[in-house]
């Protein structure tokens, strides 16, 4: 007789979260690519219509409530008013509550009117950006999810996106580790004096005073220039282009208070010092589906006066974006692809704890598990 397990192991948050967590704010456009023709976008799964009426952004589900029909392919007939109408049926809604206020085909005393109702999603326009909360209750404020420095009125924020094949999860656990190997032939970094390995990698867990959150963080003493590998040789090769020293000896000088480079939730990722030094790197992983995600990347540069500010402006858009945000940082792509697919033949989510960096990758995991807002 077969017996019946007493007991299986119970999904974690994390491993529910194929398409993300949803209690949280995220970077969902740039605010001047909304007009009043609306546009879709998926989060989280969630294919969401973004408009515009009277300057005020809103969003709504995608999905007229009378059949599914695209509410982005919806229409602007009644100007002055808060509202689309599908393109359809002439079912309206109201975009500040998702109510149905009128049915075209139907005439003025529709029965359907005030029975339907479309999801909307809470939107706070800060610093040239929309932000979306996707969660089902009350958002929490803005700044509980957004590192603070991003949000002073002095820093310049610098807005690239792309899609990339995976999920989202393997680029967020991406570990200390690939960096000296995944990056090596960079041409954005071709001058470095490459080094072998942090020595002495461990992870920590940081609340930042100044950027706000609770950080998994990267934690090292210094870098091994070289290593002697038995049997194999010396890594990585010196060469005489690589001039140029590692970038303070793999630590980071503090940037208005704060240095640590880490992961908080729901995936957002910090690198102090890139991708110039003095600046901010802050990227999300935001889920279209369990395949496919969202590359959001925003700089914030700190500006000490005019002149300044116009170096920043032309080195970012002559190099440092196409160079350091395009070229080089597509090159975490491979790893989300190669991971996915393993997962998808292997039939679970890695990663094996086989080495120190994976402590990072395993840490999230834990990060995500401890303190996923609305989960349990």
Not at 135 to 141: E, Q, S
Not at 327 to 338: E, I, K, L, T, V
């Given at each position: 007789?077969?017996?019946?397990?007493?007991?299986?192991?119970?999904?974690?948050?994390?491993?529910?979260?194929?398409?993300?967590?949803?209690?949280?704010?995220?970077?969902?456009?740039?605010?001047?690519?909304?007009?009043?023709?609306?546009?879709?976008?998926?989060?989280?799964?969630?294919?969401?219509?973004?408009?515009?009426?009277?300057?005020?952004?809103y969003?709504?589900?995608?999905?007229?409530?009378?059949?599914g029909?695209?509410?982005?392919?919806?229409?602007?007939?009644?100007?002055?008013?808060?509202?689309i109408?599908?393109?359809?049926?002439g079912?309206?809604?109201?975009?500040?509550?998702?109510?149905?206020?009128?049915?075209?085909?139907?005439?003025?005393?529709?029965?359907?009117?005030?029975?339907?109702?479309?999801?909307?999603?809470?939107?706070?326009?800060?610093?040239g950006?929309?932000?979306?909360?996707?969660?089902?209750?009350?958002?929490?404020?803005?700044?509980d999810?957004?590192?603070?420095?991003?949000?002073?009125?002095?820093?310049?924020?610098?807005?690239?996106?792309?899609?990339?094949?995976?999920?989202?999860?393997?680029?967020?656990?991406?570990?200390?580790?690939?960096?000296?190997?995944t990056?090596?032939?960079?041409?954005?970094?071709?001058?470095?004096?490459?080094?072998?390995?942090?020595?002495?990698?461990?992870?920590?867990?940081?609340?930042?005073?100044?950027?706000?959150?609770?950080?998994?963080?990267?934690?090292?003493?210094?870098?091994?220039?070289?290593a002697d590998?038995?049997?194999?040789?010396?890594?990585?090769?010196?060469?005489?282009?690589?001039?140029?020293?590692?970038?303070?000896?793999?630590?980071?000088?503090?940037?208005?208070?704060?240095?640590?480079?880490?992961?908080?939730?729901?995936?957002?990722?910090?690198?102090?010092h890139?991708?110039?030094?003095?600046?901010?790197?802050?990227?999300?992983?935001?889920?279209?589906?369990?395949?496919?995600?969202?590359?959001?990347?925003?700089?914030?540069?700190?500006?000490?006066?005019?002149?300044?500010?116009?170096?920043?402006?032309?080195?970012?858009?002559?190099?440092?974006?196409?160079?350091?945000?395009g070229?080089?940082?597509?090159?975490?792509?491979?790893?989300?692809?190669?991971a996915?697919?393993?997962?998808?033949?292997?039939?679970?989510?890695?990663?094996?704890?086989?080495?120190?960096?994976?402590?990072?990758a395993?840490?999230?995991?834990?990060?995500?598990?401890?303190?996923?807002?609305?989960?349990?």
């Open positions: 007789m077969q017996k019946t397990p007493t007991s299986q192991k119970k999904e974690t948050p994390f491993d529910r979260a194929k398409v993300g967590f949803k209690n949280y704010w995220y970077p969902l456009v740039q605010a001047n690519q909304i007009t009043t023709r609306p546009r879709k976008i998926i989060m989280l799964g969630e294919p969401i219509t973004i408009t515009r009426r009277n300057g005020v952004a969003a709504i589900s995608d999905f007229c409530p009378h059949r029909i695209s509410l982005s392919l919806g229409k602007n007939y009644f100007r002055g008013t808060n509202t109408t599908c393109k359809f049926h079912f309206t809604f109201d975009l500040t509550d998702g109510s149905c206020v009128a049915v075209l085909s139907d005439g003025p005393d529709s029965e359907a009117v005030g029975k339907l109702k479309a999801r909307t999603f809470p939107l706070e326009e800060k610093k950006i929309l932000w979306i909360w996707m969660g089902a209750g009350k958002p929490v404020p803005l700044e999810d957004i590192p603070h420095l991003m949000l002073r009125d002095q820093t310049v924020l610098k807005w690239r996106e792309r899609v990339i094949y995976g999920n989202w999860r393997y680029h967020a656990q991406s570990d200390a580790g690939h960096f000296p190997t990056h090596h032939d960079a041409l954005a970094l071709l001058s470095l004096s490459w080094h072998a390995h942090w020595k002495d990698y461990e992870t920590e867990i940081i609340f930042d005073e100044v950027d706000g959150g609770e950080w998994l963080a990267h934690k090292h003493k210094g870098v091994a220039e070289q590998y038995p049997g194999l040789g010396v890594w990585p090769p010196k060469r005489p282009w690589r001039y140029h020293l590692t970038a303070h000896g793999g630590t980071f000088p503090p940037i208005h208070g704060t240095s640590h480079q880490g992961i908080r939730m729901p995936g957002l990722l910090r690198v102090p890139w991708p110039m030094d003095g600046a901010f790197h802050y990227e999300w992983y935001i889920p279209i589906n369990e395949d496919y995600y969202r590359y959001v990347q925003v700089n914030a540069y700190f500006p000490k006066n005019i002149i300044h500010r116009a170096w920043i402006e032309f080195w970012h858009r002559v190099w440092v974006d196409p160079m350091r945000n070229r080089f940082n597509q090159q975490d792509a491979a790893m989300s692809a190669g996915t697919n393993w997962e998808k033949h292997q039939g679970k989510h890695g990663p094996m704890a086989a080495y120190k960096p994976d402590a990072f395993t840490g999230f995991m834990d990060l995500c598990n401890r303190t996923a807002r609305g989960e349990s």
